[in-house]
């Protein structure tokens, strides 16, 4: 069983639509990322979190310690937003999940 | 705003040569980090490093990788005798302080070993 599970895998939405990407993750951590991957690769760190809520402009990162979930929304999508999300668990060490490809349709 | 930067972008290199994947962290970080991407496949730790030493590996970082710091600003991953599966995406991040800090990852080394 993967440590660090993502839902969905792939998700399409319309422009404007409200998103939401789920994270659920089996060990003890100290922190969880939310990362995002742009079709060409690149890597950028949207969210750090340990405990609560995070928002950054149209991104809200939100963490359950107890249920070992969290979810990140997106508000009022837009097709720039399309990238792979990936949540990932600091434990020991890193560990990521699959990722989950977003496609936000004009 | 300051960007960790790697080089090269794209390294093609027979099996069995040493590659060394060069990383400049952003300059008032201490914290540093090699991940590898496998096409199609999760990103995985591979090491980190702190305080010129390692402080945590995974499996995957066995005696074929090391890393070095070989001066203040570049942060180095050598894989010795590279075996096809090597072949991935490899990127470095840096962060200022252990905790609370996210990280800043650079752009990828896209390595290919043929």
């Known amino acids: 069983k993967n440590e660090v599970e993502q839902s969905p895998q792939n998700l399409t939405a319309q422009e404007g639509e409200f998103i939401t990407i789920n994270c659920s993750y089996s060990v003890g951590i100290s922190a969880l990322h939310w990362l995002q991957q742009h079709p060409g690769g690149g890597i950028v760190s949207l969210f750090m979190?340990?405990?609560g809520k995070k928002k950054h402009g149209r991104l809200i990162a939100t963490i359950n310690i107890q249920e070992k979930h969290s979810s990140l929304h997106i508000t009022a999508s837009h097709p720039r937003d399309s990238a792979v999300y990936i949540c990932?668990?600091?434990?020991?060490?890193?560990?990521f999940g699959a990722g989950t490809r977003l496609t936000v349709k004009p | 705003e300051p960007e960790v930067t790697q080089t090269p972008s794209h390294q093609v290199t027979q099996m069995g040569q040493e590659v060394i994947l060069r990383c400049v962290p952003i300059s008032n970080h201490l914290y540093f980090y090699w991940y590898r991407q496998i096409l199609g496949q999760k990103v995985e730790f591979l090491v980190s490093?702190?305080?010129?030493?390692?402080?945590?590996k995974s499996e995957i970082f066995d005696d074929q990788f090391s890393v070095e710091r070989p001066d203040g600003s570049n942060f180095t991953l050598k894989i010795r005798s590279t075996k096809l599966e090597d072949s991935a995406m490899y990127f470095c991040?840096?962060?200022?302080?252990?905790?609370?800090?996210?990280?800043?990852f650079g752009d990828g080394t896209r390595l290919s070993i043929l």
């Open positions: 490093f702190y305080n010129n030493e390692i402080s945590e």
């Open positions: 991040a840096s962060k200022w302080a252990d905790s609370n800090q996210p990280q800043h």
């Open positions: 990932a668990v600091r434990s020991n060490d890193m560990r």
């Open positions: 979190l340990s405990s």
